[in-house]
């Protein structure tokens, strides 16, 4: 069981801090609360400390006594830091690395996995100066959780509302399990091996300017490369057609088509681990016209040949990755039909998601995972923390 570092941020969703001590208790972990001056104006250390069943720290200064613990290693005693709430002003700090009180100066000293819970108004966590202080931290292996949306205290309505405590532990539960499993979403758990990464879509053409697409947004696919390559892992990545940025650390190859697809991925062997999130078309053109069709020629009369299936190739060929990952998006009997492609296509584990939602394009994804251990129903999350969780997961099955 975990040791919680808990900063409290000054919001109103401060209040929910003490529920959150009662339901990471009630769980096994121990939480040591550190409460800024903004979070002093909600809840009190008195009410804290009592919940907690430990001292409640509140500036910099308490520190000094040589019977009290140094910010240094009140930091790294810790197994996971937790700010929650995350206030926008604190994201900010954080990624400024702004140390101008004892919370702010435990983030930067710790060498800890830090997770925050950001709880804010609607249009101060869509602004563009707090999303990219999100990216940043999430760049830096913090795992950042999407906040909730819905009705908030000051009258608005979106994202900006911190879940329910419960669901918070949930959230980050796989980091919480035990302390070797901390050192994710940073760490070295995969040094030395070579993760293979498909994602995005394909197109297939029809003519020179035409092509057959499909909704995939690239985000989840990108986000397992960007978590391999902080797991310490060498990352390639085979990517579709798709405008996002190349993660750091990651060696990125360009396709547009099935075909290409199969080919780089091919080329990219040997790899210890394969995850297939690229959602392949299963079909091409065969009579893809070499010259713009016309309108005047009348509505094309297309003729399809199948596209080769990549996980079925990898499955079969003699450098098969040990560990081959595939995605299923279903918008019916999920967990069925991807039981059925696990065996079908000879993966060793399936990643299930519901894709009758806004899940394609979306920022969050509601996966099972399917090995041949049985199926695990995992929280909806971001697309960054499935990432981190199946990194983390997988890490533990090649160690
Ligand atoms: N996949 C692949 N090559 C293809 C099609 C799919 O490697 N030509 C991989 C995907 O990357 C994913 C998994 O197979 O990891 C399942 O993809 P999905 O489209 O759900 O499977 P299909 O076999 O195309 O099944 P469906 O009939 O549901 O479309």
């Given at each position: 069981m975990a040791r919680i570092l808990l900063i409290i941020g000054g919001g109103i969703a401060a209040y929910k801090a003490a529920e959150?001590?009662?339901?990471a208790r009630k769980a096994g972990h121990s939480v040591t609360p550190v409460l800024t001056a903004g979070g002093a104006h909600f809840v009190t250390p008195m009410s804290l400390a009592a919940l907690a069943?430990?001292?409640?720290?509140?500036?910099l200064w308490d520190l000094k006594d040589e019977?009290?613990?140094g910010h240094i290693q009140l930091s790294r005693a810790a197994d996971l830091v937790l700010v929650c709430p995350a206030t926008a002003d604190l994201l900010a700090?954080?990624?400024?690395?702004?140390?101008?009180?004892?919370a702010t100066t435990l983030l930067l000293a710790t060498d800890k996995p830090v997770v925050a819970a950001p709880a804010m108004n609607v249009r101060m966590w869509l602004h563009a100066a707090t999303q990219a202080n999100a990216a940043i931290l999430k760049s830096r292996g913090v795992m950042v959780l999407e906040p909730d949306e819905g009705d908030m205290a000051c009258g608005e309505y979106g994202p900006g509302r911190l879940p329910e405590p419960a669901d918070i532990i949930a959230r980050i539960s796989p980091m919480l399990k035990?302390?070797?499993?901390?050192?994710?979403?940073?760490?070295?758990?995969?040094?030395?091996r070579h993760v293979l990464v498909t994602a995005g879509p394909t197109h297939e053409p029809i003519d020179p300017v035409r092509v057959i697409?499909?909704?995939?947004?690239?985000?989840?696919?990108?986000?397992?490369a960007a978590a391999a390559a902080r797991a310490g892992a060498r990352v390639t990545l085979i990517a579709g057609p798709v405008a996002l940025p190349t993660p750091g650390g990651v060696a990125r190859v360009d396709v547009e088509?099935?075909?290409?697809?199969?080919?780089?991925?091919?080329?990219?062997?040997?790899?210890?681990?394969?995850?297939?999130?690229a959602a392949v078309a299963d079909w091409r053109v065969a009579n893809a016209a070499t010259s713009k069709l016309k309108k005047g020629g009348g509505p094309p009369a297309l003729q399809f040949a199948p596209n080769p299936d990549i996980l079925r190739t990898l499955a079969e060929h003699p450098d098969r990755p040990r560990l081959l990952v595939g995605f299923a998006a279903e918008t019916h009997d999920i967990v069925g039909n991807a039981q059925s492609k696990r065996t079908a296509k000879g993966a060793n584990w399936i990643v299930a998601n519901d894709v009758s939602g806004d899940v394609m394009g979306g920022a969050r994804n509601r996966v099972h995972l399917v090995t041949d251990r049985g199926v695990e129903d995992w929280p909806d999350?971001?697309?960054?923390d499935v990432a981190a969780h199946l990194i983390d997961r997988i890490a533990k099955e090649l160690n």
């Open positions: 959150l001590i009662r339901v069943e430990s001292p409640v720290y509140t500036s019977s009290e613990m700090k954080m990624a400024a690395g702004i140390a101008d009180d004892l035990s302390r070797g499993a901390l050192e994710l979403p940073g760490g070295q758990a995969l040094e030395g697409a499909n909704r995939s947004s690239g985000k989840q696919g990108f986000a397992i088509t099935a075909q290409q697809m199969v080919d780089a991925v091919q080329i990219a062997l040997p790899a210890d681990v394969a995850i297939l999130v999350q971001s697309k960054e």
